[in-house]
């Protein structure tokens, strides 16, 4: 290859693990046996927060599409349902096509959540100018009060409405999104790590599938699409124990590894780069878009999570109630967990304990319901009575 040839190339790359197969034929090795796992300490008198947040679903996907309102082109990018941590660098690159591919130079981005910030990031790496406006940042946002971890399915979307573009779509958004959260790890106050996950069953894995389906629709949740047959293979094969491997007290143990976003040092890091980068933020609350025509910038993202639904019309945006139960961090639990009635997972910030409330779907309740907490950790704590040492 010629010179000319070698400088239009990038001059380095990394590729995610995504979607690549393995290139050799690979032999079946031993399941490494499980280290010693520390107890929870799974008391009620340990809770330190109990948060309440709405996840902007909606039925047909995230919207990430520019429109023209007034004499501003505005980028849409809201409607992430439970996946929005997950996918938000993903989404982010395609709304910087549509921003910048105008030509501006200064955008203004309508609010501070993980879309909003992972956005302005993306668009300042494009070599914009970045203004964030919004009612409120971190951490007094919906996304401060998310779970942390990569779930890029979580109610992305209904089923019905699960298409082979879309599901192209959503694969390039977690491909991208993936790789970009690798570059945050191993950082200071650990933003993003990753780590082991076990998930225990009393039942077989299909069968217990079936049940959560049950459970699922008798809490009134609707069909949504689980995008398997798009599904990039972006993290390690679980892996299911035998008895005698797991210290747990249940037939069925799976292993698997699991990104975690520590939100606390995440979304401060995410603050930082921004102002680092010479943005600006504004405290600014928008009652109707047409308030948007006072803003210096042409070129607008509108990345207001359910808050589009007042201030762009969108009601096809449902909120679905989502409670965390946090304990005071035990930085030597290392390890998720999973089981009937409660899920955990080990933050640098706490120990985050949920389940699934009875009437979620559609509900904009932000009162923390403390008896949901507590049985999520009555299950937990049965779990880790039962454990063997
Ligand atoms: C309990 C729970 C657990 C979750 N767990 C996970 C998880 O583990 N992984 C994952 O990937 N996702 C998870 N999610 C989903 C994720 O949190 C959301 O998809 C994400 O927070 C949406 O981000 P956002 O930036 O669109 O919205 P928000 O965080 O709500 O940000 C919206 C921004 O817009 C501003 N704004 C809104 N309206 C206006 C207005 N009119 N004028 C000015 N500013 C305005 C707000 O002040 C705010 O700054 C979870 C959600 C919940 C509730």
């Given at each position: ?206 069968e217990q599938r079936l049940l ?106 449902i909120p679905v109630r989502g ?14 967990l999973s089981g009937a009635g ?48």
């Amino acid at each position: 290859m010629g010179l000319l040839g070698l400088r239009a190339q990038a001059l380095a790359r990394a590729d995610t693990a995504a979607a690549v197969s393995s290139a050799v034929e690979w032999p079946a090795g031993p399941v490494l046996p499980v280290p010693p796992l520390a107890r929870v300490n799974a008391r009620p008198d340990r809770f330190i927060r109990m948060s309440v947040g709405l996840r902007p679903f909606r039925p047909a996907g995230p919207r990430v599409e520019a429109e023209r309102v007034g004499e501003k082109l505005v980028v849409h990018n809201y409607g992430h349902g439970g996946s929005g941590w997950s996918l938000s660098w993903g989404t982010g690159a395609e709304v910087v096509d549509l921003a910048l591919g105008s030509g501006a130079r200064a955008v203004g981005v309508i609010g501070c959540g993980a879309i909003g910030l992972t956005t302005a990031l993306l668009l300042q790496r494009a070599g914009a100018k970045v203004t964030i406006y919004a009612k409120d940042r971190p951490p007094l946002v919906t996304s401060s009060y998310a779970t942390g971890v990569w779930s890029p399915v979580s109610r992305f979307c209904l089923k019905s409405f699960e298409t082979p573009a879309l599901g192209r779509r959503w694969a390039d958004w977690c491909v991208r999104s993936h790789g970009d959260f690798q570059t945050f790890l191993g950082l200071p106050g650990a933003p993003v790590r990753w780590v082991d996950r076990y998930a225990l069953s009393d039942v077989p894995w299909d069968e217990q599938r079936l049940l959560r389906q049950a459970e699922a629709r008798e809490r009134g949740e609707p069909e949504f699409a689980n995008m398997r047959d798009f599904a990039p293979s972006l993290t390690p094969e679980p892996e299911d124990l035998a008895e005698g491997v797991h210290p747990f007290p249940a037939p069925f143990v799976r292993r698997s590894a699991n990104m975690v976003f520590n939100l606390t040092a995440l979304s401060r890091r995410l603050m930082d780069d921004f102002l680092l980068n010479g943005g600006q933020m504004e405290t600014r609350t928008f009652h109707r878009a047409g308030e948007l025509a006072a803003l210096p910038e042409s070129t607008l993202v509108n990345a207001t999570g359910l808050g589009a639904r007042e201030l762009f019309g969108d009601r096809t945006l449902i909120p679905v109630r989502g409670q965390l139960g946090v304990l005071i961090p035990q930085p030597e639990v290392d390890y998720g967990l999973s089981g009937a009635g409660f899920s955990m997972v080990p933050r640098e910030d706490g120990l985050v304990v949920q389940t699934s409330g009875e009437r979620d779907f559609g509900s904009d309740d932000l009162t923390p319901d403390r008896a949901e907490s507590e049985g999520a950790l009555l299950a937990l704590a049965h779990v880790m009575r039962g454990m063997r040492a």
